[in-house]
Each structure stands twice: as C-alpha cells, then as structure tokens.
C-alpha cells in the first residue's frame, strides 16, 4: 500500500502530457473525437465498440486484444495509413488529463523488467518458487561490463540463473514461462489503471510524430454529438 501511495503523490507531481499538443477545454479536460457510422450514441463502451470492429481497428487487437475505442486528438485528423475514416456522424469526449498514460514514452517506466517481475511473482504459478531461490542482481556488487546486471539500468533485484552453455539469462526471459509472460500493453494499462485511475493510452500513429496523436480508451465514456469534423 505504501508503494501504491507514494507513485499517487507521484502522479500528482507529474504531468505525464506536458508538452503534448492536446486540446483541453476550461477544465483541463483532453477534448478526443471520433468518427461513427452510427447515429446517436451516447455513451463510448469498449465491449460494445469491440464485438463490432471495422477492417482498420481489428489490426490493432493483433498486439493487444483488451477491448477499446480510438479517438483522434485534433479536429480534421487522419488515420495516417488509411486517411480520413468512414462514417458521416461524429462525436468528441472529454477525459481528465490524468487519466490518459503516454504508453510509448512510458515516463513511470510501468512496462520495465522489475515491473514484469513483479507481477509474474504475484501471477505466475511456479515463478515465485524460482525467484526466491535464484541469484538477485545486487547494486552492492561490483559486476563486470559482461555480466547481466551491469547490462539494464534499474536492475536492482532481478532474479537471474545461469544455464550451461547457455550464459546467464534473466529469471523472466526463461523460455519455460514464456506464454506466462505478460502483454506489456495489458501490463502498463492495468498497472497505470491501478496506480493513477487511467482510462486509456495516448500514442503518436507514426512513431515519435506528436502531430498524429491518438487515443485509446478500455473504460465507458460519455459522447456528445459534433456538427463537423472535416
């Protein structure tokens, strides 16, 4: 509980979407739009938007399948693969600036190696047995530039083994609990929802291009209807 505390007051020091170009209303609200080729919705859930998936978001399930509805940043935005998106009714939503994580920036470092240890000990039936009995890595020890632990930065106290022939491997990156291992998305998002009350990611479509953010939320949200969006 004290660790779960001390990343909140984290949060509220943070400001996870400083220096994003995200449109706020007077709130503080991020203001998200998106195209519908159904009338009258008025609520976004993500179970529903799942069953019903277009050709152009099932790609994105491929790496990630918990359920979620995309939403554009900006008015007039384009999917940069498949241009403007089909549908004539649009809609826009407002969520809390603290409640959208920049998964692929990742600033609290939720999909890191200590993270995935943490969760498979908590998790993963066998792993607890072998990481209480494997090698740790000790910032107290003085590794040479080859060993496992001087290679990651914050690796203090992943669990290790050294298998013949093969070198030394970190405890979470045995093949033997490979399917065990969690999607990162799904780890980042639970553990973001866990520790900050996030709703949903917000990710630049072509990698490290802030100008075609877009965002994606797995919890039900309000809609209102727009006029235009083009």
Same mark, same amino acid.
């Given at each position: 509980?004290?660790?779960?505390?001390?990343?909140?007051? !984290?949060?509220?020091? #943070?400001?996870?979407?400083?220096?994003? /170009?995200?449109?706020?209303?007077?709130?503080?609200? &991020?203001?998200?739009?998106?195209?519908?080729?159904?009338?009258?919705?008025?609520?976004?859930?993500?179970?529903?938007?799942?069953?019903?998936?277009?050709?152009?978001?099932?790609? +994105?399930? &491929?790496?990630?399948?918990?359920?979620?509805?995309?939403?554009?940043?900006? %008015?007039?935005?384009?999917?940069?693969? =498949?241009?403007?998106?089909?549908? #004539?009714?649009?809609?826009?939503?407002?969520? /809390?600036?603290? %409640?959208?994580?920049?998964?692929?920036? +990742? /600033?609290?470092? =939720?999909?890191?190696? $200590?993270?995935?240890?943490?969760?498979?000990?908590?998790? $993963?039936?066998?792993? %607890?047995?072998?990481?209480?009995?494997?090698?740790?890595?000790?910032?107290?020890?003085?590794?040479?530039?080859?060993? $496992?632990?001087?290679?990651?930065?914050?690796?203090?106290?992943?669990?290790?083994?050294?298998?013949?022939?093969?070198?030394?491997? !970190?405890?979470?990156?045995?093949?033997?609990?490979?399917?065990?291992?969690?999607?990162?998305? #799904?780890?980042?998002?639970?553990?973001?929802?866990?520790?900050?009350?996030?709703?949903?990611? $917000?990710? /630049?479509? #072509?990698?490290?291009?802030?100008?075609? =953010?877009?965002?994606?939320?797995?919890?039900?949200?309000?809609?209102?209807?727009?006029?235009? !969006?083009?």
């Amino acid at each position: 509980m004290k660790f779960i505390n001390e990343w909140k007051t !984290f949060l509220k020091e #943070e400001d996870f979407l400083k220096g994003y /170009p995200v449109e706020f209303d007077k709130d503080r609200n &991020v203001v998200l739009y998106h195209i519908s080729s159904t009338q009258d919705i008025e609520e976004f859930d993500p179970d529903i938007a799942a069953a019903s998936a277009q050709n152009y978001t099932t790609r +994105d399930y &491929v790496t990630w399948n918990r359920p979620r509805v995309f939403f554009f940043t900006k %008015k007039g935005q384009e999917d940069t693969g =498949l241009g403007r998106i089909p549908g #004539e009714t649009y809609y826009q939503i407002k969520v /809390p600036i603290s %409640k959208l994580y920049p998964v692929m920036e +990742d /600033p609290a470092n =939720l999909s890191s190696k $200590i993270e995935t240890q943490r969760y498979m000990v908590d998790n $993963i039936p066998g792993f %607890k047995e072998r990481y209480e009995k494997a090698e740790k890595c000790d910032p107290n020890k003085e590794y040479n530039q080859w060993h $496992i632990c001087s290679k990651v930065e914050d690796s203090n106290g992943l669990a290790w083994f050294e298998k013949r022939f093969a070198g030394k491997k !970190f405890l979470i990156d045995d093949p033997k609990f490979h399917s065990d291992k969690p999607n990162v998305y #799904e780890l980042v998002a639970t553990l973001a929802e866990e520790r900050y009350g996030t709703i949903g990611f $917000i990710y /630049p479509q #072509e990698s490290g291009d802030k100008n075609t =953010l877009i965002a994606a939320v797995w919890r039900p949200v309000k809609a209102s209807k727009l006029k235009s !969006f083009y």
